[in-house]
């Protein structure tokens, strides 16, 4: 089973953080977890023109690709204005509507205060469902207060709700895979 993260942030290091943790989470769960992180920072994923997916340069195909052969996913993002980033949603908006069928894809935000973390709620899930991802009932949202000076975090309600999130998406994956094999 391959578990990819995606990391929403053009800018800092925080979200980056977490979908690690989340991904190290998953493999500790199950060592036969694969795992592989797309940081949007590493990449010039091209703005959505409506053209077909081949048309656009070899880092958007790449991250698109990587991302439709995942079996589940876990998506990260900073608060930005008081939604998810631009640099997410562009990304997203190059997926075709089924994209996400069958895909467990789990939710996580970083950001400054703790009134948007609906966010996640109310912006990021109804475009993965849109998308047909399942959607695990557990999040994670983060403070930057939550971060120490070496990025970490030792809040033990985070950190339990880090290590929940990436059982879950295991556990989930798993009972999804299994009935659409019987
Ligand atoms: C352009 C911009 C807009 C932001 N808007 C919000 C916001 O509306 N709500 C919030 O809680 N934090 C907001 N923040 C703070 C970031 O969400 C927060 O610092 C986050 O942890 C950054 O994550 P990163 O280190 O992965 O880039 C904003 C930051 C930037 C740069």
Redesign the pocket.
């Known amino acids: 089973m391959k578990l990819v993260g995606i ?1 929403g ?10 979908v690690h943790k989340v991904l190290r989470a998953a493999k500790s769960f199950d060592s036969n977890v694969q795992t592989e992180l797309i940081d949007l920072k590493d990449y010039d994923v091209e703005f959505v023109k409506g053209t077909p997916l081949s048309y656009y340069n070899a880092d958007t195909v790449k991250v698109v690709d990587t991302i439709l052969a995942a079996d589940c996913l876990v998506v ?8 998810i ?1 631009g640099a997410l949603k562009n990304l997203l908006d190059h997926f075709p509507v089924d994209a996400l069928h069958n895909k467990v894809t789990g939710m996580i ?8 973390f609906l ?1 996640l709620d109310y912006h990021l899930k109804p475009i993965l469902t849109f998308l047909k991802a399942v959607v695990p009932e557990s999040n994670v949202y ?3 207060d939550h ?1 120490d000076e070496e990025n970490e975090i030792h809040d033990s309600n985070i950190n339990r709700r880090i290590k929940n999130l990436g059982e879950e998406i295991i556990k989930l994956q798993k009972l999804v895979d299994q009935k659409n094999k019987s």
């Not at 942030?9 to 977490?18: F, H, I, Q, R």
């Not at 990260?76 to 939604?83: D, R």
């Open positions: 990391v942030a053009l800018a800092g290091y925080k979200t980056y953080t977490v990260g993002t900073p608060i930005y204005q008081a939604s980033t935000a970083t950001g400054g205060t703790d009134k948007h966010v983060v403070l930057n971060f």
